[in-house]
Structure formats: structure tokens, C-alpha cells
């Protein structure tokens, strides 16, 4: 008799191989936000207006 139960293993590891290649590329661009090779430079400036005490009450 013929045994046609194996022989997949080299199939399945192609398949196996580029699936986590797709994974490994969708983090990358995930995690990167799709700016491959730019500086991400950001300058935040925050000023707050200025803020007084207020005035103390007068006395009596």
C-alpha cells in the first residue's frame, strides 16, 4: 500500500514562514507609524498665562 499521509511538513512551513513575515511587517509599520527612515521631532510649547494671588480682605 501507498502512504499518502505525509509529505505536508515543507508546505506547511512555507506558510507558517511568510504569515510570520506579514506579522513581522504589519508591527513594523504599526509600531513606526508608517514614517520609515524620518526624524520624529516634535517641539511642544506650553505657556500658561500668569496667574495672582487674590487680594486679602480689609480689615475692620
Given amino acids: 500500500m501507498a502512504d499518502n499521509g505525509g509529505g505536508g511538513g515543507a508546505g506547511m512551513g512555507l506558510m507558517v514562514g511568510a504569515l510570520a513575515v506579514v506579522v513581522a511587517v504589519i508591527g513594523v509599520v504599526v509600531f513606526t507609524g508608517g514614517n520609515f527612515g524620518q526624524s520624529k521631532t516634535m ?8 496667574i495672582s494671588a487674590p487680594s486679602a480682605p480689609a480689615a475692620k
Fill in 43 to 50: 517641539d511642544v510649547n506650553i505657556k500658561p498665562p500668569p
